[in-house]
């Protein structure tokens, strides 16, 4: 008789992703039984979920890498980047506790949702086998495409779904070409497969070119979950038609997966090639960050300002990338955590600016939402003080101004990109910033030097209120990014490890 071996399986190196697939089951099981009264529990098995998988990320950071059966890895690069998805996952639901119930969305299907997309991007972060990837890739889009068209009512949230979900599927089909190149010509999937046939030509199965044109094809897959020009077509309108707190998490979490997935492509697998690749990343970048902000610079609507901004900022964190060194890809990692507490922070106060606009109830389901217009952040500073010094915090930090986490981030990538002996793309980069301090310092000004909106005769302003939850969030994103700025030493820490974790150095 033949024994028959069975492969172990360590299921601690995907404890963290367990922990959130279980949570988002449990919530679809539990939401079968609530009463629509109740259903607001389930915000709190979500969070429940996200803190254990937290909770576990930095548990099992000992140092040491482990791969799961080559496909994928618990080391320092992917638990850095679990715990910024989950940062960007925890905020997102603690805005949705109010936010859901009033918008009438169906609470099991948005969180139970969330949660699926939220595995999904931890899992592409740990992916280190192409066919991984794209099954990670997969799962957080599908759940992605759903959350964005969750709101059946307004006809630009389900405009905003379609359209994602038909270049989405471009996409998928330019970097599931790009992944099948690669292995025709090197016989393998897994990443460390790859680099090993890179760094040896003889080994190939075919001309290098195509190899080549493998990688660039991925890059453009990757390029559109990121939104690099001029790949970003879709995040204007997919990020204003989506219901708010998704935009949100959907700003910070794809970008963190995409670049997650880009990062160990590019620096690792072929990271004996730097030389063919870095350029393209290079224009990319310089497209991207310039083209992001000048587009921002036209827009009245505060939501679809801060979807332009995410692309200008997906250009810096790629600047980092470009590099191509250990400094380039800590700074990326720093970026990206403290770019998750400042740009769902700005989101959030979205959503807040909502309960206080007095179109509120004579919107249009196909127009601009309440809250989203410059206008609706007048008089803020008056009204909410509180609420206005966050914002604040976040306009500032988004536009990089010392000493708040978007500038230390910003130092961080500039500063690895001149030691890479590319200083004019860090010149293009500072260009860029001084360009969008203007869009991000005129919501300032509104807040505290335009007046807000003279109440109509005989009428009684409605109360204004923000929920616990919405204001511990926002608490917790502004403080984040004050204590990233001012003491970024044990974070920075954590990211050169992370980095090293992915270079070998």
């Keep these: 008789m033949t024994d028959i071996s069975i492969p172990s399986f360590d ?24 009463p629509d009264e109740q259903k607001p529990r389930l915000a709190w098995l979500g969070l429940v979920g996200v803190l254990a998988a937290a909770g576990l990320a930095y548990y099992i950071w000992d140092g040491s890498d482990a791969v799961l059966q080559d496909m994928l890895a618990a080391d320092g690069y992917a638990l850095f980047f679990h715990l910024a998805i989950l940062a960007a996952a925890g905020l997102a639901l603690l805005f949705s506790f109010d936010y859901v119930r009033r918008s009438g969305l169906p609470q099991g299907e948005y969180y139970a949702l969330l949660l699926l997309s939220t595995a999904g991007m931890m899992l592409m972060a740990a992916a280190v086998n192409l066919m991984t990837i794209f ?18 009512g307004r006809r630009r949230s389900g405009e905003a779904a379609l359209k994602y979900f038909l270049l989405g ?8 070409y790009g992944m099948a190149l690669v292995y025709g010509q090197t016989g393998t999937t897994s990443l460390a497969g790859v680099r090993e046939a890179v760094a040896q030509p003889g080994r190939l199965e075919g001309p290098a070119a195509l190899l080549l044109v493998g990688l660039g094809l991925m890059i453009v897959g990757f390029g559109f979950k990121v939104a690099l020009v001029p790949f970003q077509m879709w995040t204007p309108d997919v990020y204003e038609g989506a219901p708010t707190s998704v935009t949100a998490f959907m700003s910070v979490g794809a970008k963190a997966a995409g670049f997650a997935a880009l990062g160990r492509v590019a620096l690792y697998a072929f990271g004996t090639q730097q030389d063919a690749w870095w350029w393209v990343l290079a224009v990319l970048a310089t497209l991207t960050m310039t083209l992001g902000n000048l587009a921002a610079l036209r827009q009245t609507s505060v939501k679809r300002m801060l979807a332009y901004s995410s692309i200008a900022h997906a250009g810096y964190v790629l600047v980092g990338l470009t590099a191509g060194n250990t400094l380039g890809t800590s700074g990326m990692l720093f970026y990206l955590l403290a770019y998750a507490f400042m740009n769902v922070g700005a989101f959030g106060l979205l959503i807040a600016a909502a309960r206080f606009d007095r179109l509120s109830d004579e919107v249009d389901p196909g127009g601009p939402q309440p809250g989203e217009s410059l206008e609706s952040f007048a008089g803020l500073a008056t009204r909410k003080p509180g609420l206005a010094v966050a914002m604040t915090l976040f306009m500032l930090s988004l536009a990089g ?6 500038f230390m981030g910003k130092l961080y990538v500039f500063g690895a990109i001149v030691q890479a002996d590319l200083a004019g793309l860090a010149v293009v980069g500072v260009l860029n910033s001084v360009i969008s301090a ?3 310092l005129r919501v300032v000004v509104y807040m505290y030097m335009r ?23 926002l608490g917790l994103a502004a403080a984040a990014v004050v204590i990233l700025g001012l ?12 980095a090293a974790s992915l270079l070998g150095g």
């Design 451 to 473: 007046p807000g909106p003279a109440p109509a005769p005989d009428t009684t302003p409605a109360p204004f209120s923000v929920s616990p939850a919405l204001q511990v969030g």
């Design 169 to 176: 599927a471009l996409a998928s089909g330019f970097l599931l």
């Design 11 to 34: 299921l601690l190196i995907i404890a963290p992703e367990i922990a959130v697939l279980l949570a988002a089951l449990l919530v679809m099981v539990v939401d079968l039984f609530l």
């Design 487 to 498: 003491w970024p030493g044990p974070i920075l820490d954590l990211a050169r490890v992370a």
């Design 401 to 406: 101004v010392p000493p708040l986490a978007g």
């Design 135 to 152: 099954i990670a890739l997969e799962i957080l889009s599908l759940a992605l495409y759903a959350l964005v068209g969750l709101d059946r």
């Design 438 to 440: 203007y869009y991000y």
